[in-house]
């Protein structure tokens, strides 16, 4: 797993650098681009990735006091602060499409619309492995400290967080 965050950590370094360059030329667009990002959309994602991590957090500690139902509990949780994340991320896509905003508008928004889909789709798979770890927690296959798989899928969960809160000031407010 460590390896696979290391790797997808690796896209996104990539996907910043280009962006944060592409930034440095093109200015004027990519603050006119942002001045049209609904920023308070970009906070409550910011707010329900954070929630969702301290719940996930909380069900590790939960795992590691042998306390299987109450962590799956949390991580459902979780997933439904990812809900809102969804919910919030696919508003604000349909709200810019409205106005006409797609990934062709111009290069600020290619690069918006490509970063924030590949990390949706990250927080998609999250929720997958949160699901998958949640059913084997429930069945009882994290016992005598055996949970090194329930720790790589909370791991992934974290990198998708970090993820974010990287991206939310460099897309939305820097």
């Known amino acids: 797993m460590w390896f696979f965050i290391l790797a997808e950590l690796t896209v996104f370094a990539i996907f910043f650098i280009g962006f944060s360059v592409s930034e440095q030329l093109n200015a004027e667009m990519f603050s006119q681009g942002k001045a049209q990002l609904h920023q308070t959309a970009g906070l409550i994602n910011t707010i329900a990735l954070i929630t969702s991590s301290f719940f996930v957090a909380i069900a590790l500690t939960k795992i590691h006091k042998a306390q299987a139902k109450q962590a799956v509990l949390l991580l459902l949780t979780a997933k439904a602060f990812a809900i ?4 919030v991320k696919i508003w604000e896509y349909l709200s810019l499409f409205e ?7 111009n290069t600020f928004f290619t690069l918006y619309f490509l970063i924030t889909a590949f990390h949706l789709m990250h927080v998609l798979l999250g929720m997958v492995i949160l699901a998958f770890i949640a059913y084997s927690a429930w069945h009882g296959k994290y016992q005598n400290n055996e949970i090194s798989g329930f720790e790589a ?3 992934y969960w974290h990198m998708v967080d970090l993820l974010w809160i990287i991206l939310f000031p460099l897309i939305y407010v820097i």
């Open 99 to 105: 106005q006409g905003i797609t990934i062709e508008t």
């Open 84 to 87: 809102i994340y969804i919910s």
């Open 153 to 155: 899928g909370t791991s």
